[in-house]
């Protein structure tokens, strides 16, 4: 089975970082996914780690060590319309979801 | 990617009834994808739609409560039946991408309300 914590709330200022923090264990590792999703709109496709180290795409980075089970997602350059759940998503070729962590950009 | 849609976006049902909710992606996909997300909490997948053969279902989730239909590459279809209050969630679907990062894309939804 995959457990899959990630931190429920984060706030954060217009034009700043934050980082969210992923930890998993699972029974199989295909992949790591981080989606974003507003309220009541589907998830998007972020990002995705199969190998160690960071990936950066833009204003959004994200970060994997397969030796810890842990994975982050960097945002930079806050904007309003950051402002959503982040969900972190393992692979074994099915997706398990952590529970998300809700971002508030602040002005 | 290819474009998925999904419908109903949102139904109202009486308790007892069943809701078949439809998923239609633009071009084949392998894989197709049922996603619960109850109010407030993340996505559990229900099941995988196989073409040509039964769905897999995923633990605490069986077929004569979700009924999954896949007669083709692009369509899928997702029964709710004989719903009770418990049932009120949003249902996705979402299919496998062919690049090699095997991304998942998601439809927008049917969010189901059962009185």
């Known amino acids: 089975g995959q457990n899959i914590d990630q931190p429920t709330e984060m706030t954060a200022t217009e034009g700043a970082i934050v980082q969210i923090n992923c930890t998993y264990q699972?029974?199989?590792?295909?992949?790591l996914f981080w989606y974003q999703q507003h309220a009541g709109e589907a998830p998007t496709f972020l990002s995705y780690?199969?190998?160690?180290g960071l990936e950066e795409k833009g204003r959004f980075s994200s970060f994997l060590s397969r030796s810890k089970g842990y994975s982050y997602l960097l945002l930079k350059e806050l904007q309003m319309k950051d402002s959503a759940s982040y969900l972190c998503?393992?692979?074994?070729?099915?997706?398990?979801f952590g529970a998300g962590t809700t971002v508030t950009v602040r002005a | 990617s290819a474009v998925i849609s999904q419908k109903p976006s949102r139904d109202i049902c009486q308790r007892g009834t069943s809701l078949t909710i439809q998923c239609q992606v633009d071009s084949q996909v392998t894989m197709m994808f049922w996603y619960r997300q109850q109010p407030g909490q993340s996505l559990t997948l229900i099941a995988t739609a196989n073409q040509g053969s039964e769905a897999t279902y995923e633990s605490g989730f069986v077929i004569d409560k979700f009924p999954i239909s896949r007669p083709n590459l692009t369509f899928s279809t997702l029964t709710v039946s004989n719903m009770s209050p418990e049932d009120s969630s949003i249902y996705l679907c979402s299919y496998l991408s062919g690049e090699a990062k095997n991304i998942q894309y998601f439809g927008a939804g049917t969010r189901l309300s059962v009185l």
């Open positions: 998503a393992v692979s074994d070729y099915k997706l398990s």
């Open positions: 699972t029974s199989g590792f295909n992949g």
């Open positions: 780690n199969v190998l160690d």
